[in-house]
């Protein structure tokens, strides 16, 4: 019984457990008390984002009533309009939104259930099953190549900035010279270079490069690489007769490279400017030329003082980084024919109006870029000397 | 073209003794600066270019891009090269040549008679399949010279009538044409619409998309901005908080939602086009309103404006004399940055056939036509507006970024 | 006095110019410059903003800034262990040879010169490794030691922090401990105390001075300040525009200068032997200020809402056509009292009254302001000339503000009468009106800022730290020009300031502050010559006067005394 009810209310216990331990530990911490605001703060955002995904839901055409009827209907049923109505009644449609929604805020928070969805006829948390751990896990990887490209060449473009294309120096030899001009202008070329590149996957829109690739493997005469495995190896499962299926792993490799490679090359640009931005920001500091002053150069110059100071912004930003990416996510889902819940979003809002899948769908992605950017405020707020000042005061 | 090669030499520099420097106001301080990015100034004349193009695109169009222009007998054609000279002499005037259809030979007879391999050879010649390509013929020795300002069909050069202004400048001369038929420099679609005067069209059905939505974007952001930035307490913490909610959620879903509520509306293609604008730009108020805020808060602090306070000036007129102008060149420069981001999320819906859709001339319903795997295959040169587009982002970008670096607008200096 | 002998001098500049390649073309930042320091040697090096002292300096670390180029026959020869390096032609891991070996810099702004997010040990410990070869231990009880050593208190805990938790002496403190710490043969520091309080001024002076005694480097001192280099230095060079107008040693430069600019200078620094008589009797009061309190709500929202009190309860009557310096360190709460005077500071309780007014202005606590009334009688000038001109507006339309805003003259004529009028009195250019402020400096803008506070006719004026950003002998001229129009108008004007000289050579009347508190008020005689209280008389002994001080022959430190006046008891403020 006690049992029973502990079950059917497990999230609940979960958040305020957290809320009471963080609430017990910021009676004597300044740090705790930040991270109880933060915290809060972020669930009240939580509540007020499930409530604006869910007002917006209401846009979508049909009700679940209709679409449950006309299923009905298919199967050889005769409806009637009373029908529809006694359905409603039946599933709460009939009731105000805000009750609609109170009644869902209510199961979510106490034992996060998503609802119902209507096209797939299972609960959203079922219909879902991994399938928003995989977007998850796609929009992580291409983040992580957009940062892996973005950031060295954001340096490298701050760094040649404000830089002359040519050695005018009078102190230099003219071999000094000609030597200094060219180093120059192979730096300012480059950076040219990787920044058309990366404004080139901004300008080619991700369904293009995808079908792009796409079109160049037709022209290879090989087998696209799209969804997450290969025919073959699809209903294999990864611990066989012979152990774990390393050419599984191989297939599954060679397809998840692809939306990975098209969602990050487009969030490669913006990143790019960002870091830039900052990078230049930082090193135009005073504190940049007394580190020169001291005779710190090279690397350690680069790596100690500008560059170290614009993680913390880079890192802070990264929940709404994780958001651009997923909001990229459906359309190359749909050119590669993935099935992760990218797609499914695309399908419950264009194809069968599924407004609970989609609420739930949007809901998760809002969660996660919520949580993001709470655990960004409070490990930034714990490592970094200057966030810590501005929140905590001295 | 002169001034442009000028500025890889030379770059011009303002006097400092120039009086026409002390009576610059900001924004042609701004403009100095960013005359000095050379990637930048490239980028503006290539965007410029682009645009003045497609807004007198009709002029700039040898082919009429509608059905009604359509070249019923140059269907799935491949683009017209323009010569000067060729195997029979130059000519100062280019020329292209006489295309016209190879006929099929089809064996009727043996069809009638009902032997399955005239059949066969019936379906695989082409003849009646759509996914392969037309062949034309090319008679080289029937030259056809291109004419410039030639008389075609009518259209409105300058037409305000949607502005509610009663302007409506007709004209019917264009750029260039060519004797004898239509001239296609990128090859024609599968209902004979010509793709070049199609793109130029596009372009600025796609710029007239996103300015109605930045503009909405703009009205929306400086509400929300301006009444939590100048009211400030409870009011500001409530807006801050939407804001916040509406920034986490990803766009493209909330504009698909809207677009398949749209759908559900009958609307004409005028009012779904301002209908998408819309929601675009209503939707994407959050960054912009957020940094408005900022942006008055930190202005609001500014000593000339409590200079302005001390003088005696009212609200009204602080806000209109001293904190509105004080955003122009911020709002200007982030109304450039964003215009890729708009026309993406334009050509997004577009793809996914929720946006606008053919008829209607815009990048995206061209673009959208690229996923057609009859189009990668045999009509190669339908991938053009492609071109045009990323020509036309890239633009975008590099002046937004050269900007940006003029005017500087996100380092807030204290 | 120039020796060409290398081996003598530590470092020797030679025709030095530098060009800027900025966006208005090519400027001549520094030109034909000769300079030459002598191992332990203090030379000063005097000049007003943009006359190239502080790229000098850059250059010598060979950290001028990208657009900045050394023409040809600069030379710059460093006398490092009786070699002669040649400066300019250093590259790579060899230019550590200046930026840190035998040369280290301080500069203005302690707080900036920290990166923010790495704690002071860290930054000084790199220094000694790079520098020294130390390992971390090694290197952070020296660092220690080197803390303990510039006075900073509790040096082990100051050591692992940041630079931002530190206070402002403290910073400069520090600052100069990083520097000291690569054992440099010369120290350059650029304007080390500018930023400071006086009393934290002269103390952080105190401190170079002995420690330039017990380590016997060199220094090339630059500043603004001739009261600051007659207390440190033993050669001067004074710098004008990019040229030397002057050289020689201090004792010959301040006390017989040759250039009519060093003399101009000279004129700027306070004279405490001629200040001006008290009137006969005092005028009437123009503005009275009962019980005055300021406090501003501090962190925290809804139910922690702290309080922040500026100004405690201050009563205080001006004098009219009269100049009232109100003098008081960072903090004190002297810019509230200013802006509660006209309106624009949060008044707690009290009651600030105008006299002589045609309808009565008085507001507190209590009563409402009359804003427009109160804007015709009294206007603000600011301390920021940058920050106060809407970039925005051409001069003409800065200047007619008041008259605009207010509605005050019937026609646009009428108003261009009354800008023109006004701009011809602060000595602005008619011609001028149409230009943006960016085409000002900072002296330009600052009368344009006088006039627009003029231009409704006023008799209240507060100037607000109104010369504090500005050049010494440009603050003559504002400071002339305030006093012109006390005379012709017969305005009232409350002075703000930190810099007492500034004090000394403007006002009649005197009020000092402290923490929120009015500590002493008088004439300028009284205050200066004859302070009653401890803190006035700390603040006045911290003056940097000009000081004859016999010079001993450079290279032999011991020998030097420092100043008559006796050193403050070492009384480090620490937070």
Redesign the interface.
Known sequence: MISQFLSDTWLLWVLLSIAGLLWWSARDSQYFSYVLNRFLLALATLLLVSGIVFALMEVLPGDCAEKYIAYKNTQGEMITQADIQAERVRMGLDKSLPERWGRWVTNLTLRGDLGFSCAKRQSVNLALGDRFWMSFMFCIAGLVFAYLIAVPFGILSAFTINKPWTDNNPQHSKTEQLVGTLMLSLQKVLDLLLRVISYLGLALPNFLLALTIILLYVFAGEAMPTGLFSEQWRNVPWFGDQGFETEKLYDFLGHIWLPIFVIGWSATALQLQTVRALVVDESNKLYVDAARARGVDGVALWAGYPVRHSISPLFNSIGFDFQRVFNDLPIVAVVIGLTDSAALLIEALSMTNDQELAAGILFLVALVVIGMNFITDVVLAAIDPRVRKSVLGN | MNALLARFGRKP????NDES??????LS?IK??FK?KT?GVVAAWILGTLVLMGFFAPFFSPVDPTIRGADAEYRRGAPQAVYFWDESGFSLRPFSYTYTKAKHKIDMSALASGGLDALDAFTSSGALSSSSQNKFVVDEQQRRYLQFFVQGWEYSLIDLSMAGLDLDIRWDRHLFGIERGQIHLMGTDEDGKDIFSRTLHAIWVTISIAIVALAVKLIVSLFVGGVSGYFGGRVDTIMM??T???????????Y???A??LA?IDLTPVQRYFAIAVVIGALDFATLGRRLRTHILTERN???V?????????TW?VIW??LI??FTSYIIVDTLINF?YVI?AE??LS????GLTEPVNSLGVL?QK??D?DI??NMIWQFFP?LV??FL??AF??VG?ALR?AADP??EKK | MINHNIPENLLEIRDLSIDFNTDEGIVRAVDNLNLSIRPGEVMGLVGESGSGKSVTAKSIMRLAPGNAIIQSPSRMTLNYHDQAVNILKLRGRDLRLVRGDAVSMIFQEPMASFAPAIRISDQIIQTMQIHLGYDKDQARRAGIELFERVGIVAPEKRFDQYVFELSGGMRQRAMIAMALSTKPKLLIADEPTTALDVTIQAQVLDLMLELREQLGMAMLFITHDLGVVSKIADNVTVMQRGKVVEAGSAEQVLFQPQHRYTQRLLDALPHLDNLPEAPVHTPAPLLSIENLSISYPVSGKGRKAEQFTAVNNISLDLPEGQIIGLVGESGSGKTSLGKAMLGAAPISSGTVEYHRTKKKVKFGAEKAIKRKRLARTAQLVFQDPYSSLNPRMTVRDIIAEPLEAMKLTKSRAETDARVIEVARRCHIEVEHLRRFPHAFSGGQRQRISIARALVCRPKFIVADESVAALDVSIQAEILTLLKELKEELGLTILFISHDLSVIANLCDWVCVMKQGELVEQGTVRQIFLDPQQAYTQKLISSIPLLESKEKCPSGSPELLHIAERPMPAVSFVSI
């Open positions: 520099k303002l006097q400092k420097y002390y009576t610059a106001g900001q301080l100095a600066r000095r990637s908080s939407i916040e909610a509406v920034r986490v959620i990803p766009p493209i879903p909330i698909l939602a809207c398949v509520a559900q500014q000593d000339y409590l200079a302005a306070q001390l003088c005696g000036s009212s007129r004399r001293h102008p004080s890729p993406l050509t997004s793809f996914l056939g929720l673009l690229a996923q795997p990668q295959q492609v587009f990323v982002i890239m970008v590099f970024d670096d996100y380092s």
